[in-house]
């Protein structure tokens, strides 16, 4: 079932901005060259906030809480990005070691270096850029069916304390968060309308009116089972310069206009959930 024929039961709904000066989000099917996302996917995003509440991806115990796969399955969790920066892409090569049976000591590292027991592989790696900005920003809109979860993720926003450091894709590519607001999500009672999140192809039909629109489309994955198997991947649109596009809504499908201030200002966009 599409997770945007699941109901959203909540008129509230938390609106953050996560910004950082460059980003990969590696595409699923890449192998010898990481090629990049436009954007994050879902299964980036939920890993995000899981990092960000400290839940783990594994269980260490019979006991243990849920994984985070099982907390933000799309029955309960809801969320979506809209991209607010023009994106460029370069391709930089990256040193990768070796690191099966890796040295304890420095002095025996070097040995197997030398001796060509441990190599230094070059691997092509599509990194993301702003275009005209200091930094790439995705806004990020949340809501789950756990209000002791969403009550905790909305805390450590307000505060801007963490389990774990945020990031854009990788570890090394480390991010700040903004958080805008806490908003109010309403349903659409119209099926043809200007969007501002990124949406499943499957689910509108383009409204091609207008000038200076550009379109791409990204095949990603959605969800995970326990044990990091990936469920089955969605074709994804955006709009890539970062522009409300106009769509018609397919039968039973749903979108939500949403309401918030940023920085004093009233805003409404309308969103469906990836």
């Known amino acids: 079932m599409p997770i945007n024929s699941v109901p959203f039961d909540s008129d509230k709904i938390l609106i953050f901005d996560i910004k ?3 980003a990969h989000f590696r595409k699923y099917y890449t192998n010898s060259s ?3 996302y436009l954007f994050p996917p879902r299964t980036v995003i939920i890993g995000l906030l ?3 509440l400290g839940i783990p991806s594994e269980k260490h115990t019979n006991i243990m809480e849920d994984t985070y796969y099982e907390k933000f399955d799309g029955k309960e969790c809801f969320v979506t990005v809209s991209m607010r920066t023009k994106i460029r892409k370069i391709i930089q090569t990256v040193n990768y070691l070796a690191t099966d049976d890796f040295p304890k000591t420095p002095y025996q590292l070097f040995l197997n270096m030398m001796t060509g027991k441990i190599g230094i592989t070059q691997i092509p790696l ?3 850029m702003p275009e005209n900005a200091n930094n790439i920003i995705y806004r990020i809109y949340f809501y789950h069916k756990d209000s002791n979860l969403y009550t905790e993720l909305k805390r450590r926003l307000e505060d801007n304390s963490y389990v774990f450091p945020p ?7 480390l991010a700040s968060i903004e958080y805008i607001d806490e908003g109010k999500a309403y349903k659409s009672l119209s099926k043809e309308l200007e969007l501002n999140s990124v949406c499943r192809l499957e689910e509108i039909e ?5 000038s200076n629109f550009q379109y791409v489309t990204e095949k990603m994955p959605t969800d995970f089972y326990n044990g990091r198997i990936p469920k089955e991947p969605c074709v994804y649109l955006c709009e890539v310069n970062c522009k ?5 809504l397919k039968y039973g499908f749903s979108c939500y206009s949403v309401t918030y201030l940023e920085k004093g200002r009233h805003l409404r966009e309308n969103i469906m959930f990836m």
């Open 126 to 128: 599509e990194f993301l």
């Open 34 to 36: 990481s090629l990049s």
């Open 206 to 210: 383009l409204n091609f009116n207008g």
């Open 20 to 22: 950082g000066p460059i």
């Open 50 to 52: 899981a990092g960000l």
């Open 167 to 173: 990031y854009l894709g990788i570890s090394e590519l």
């Open 244 to 248: 409300p596009f106009n769509i018609k």
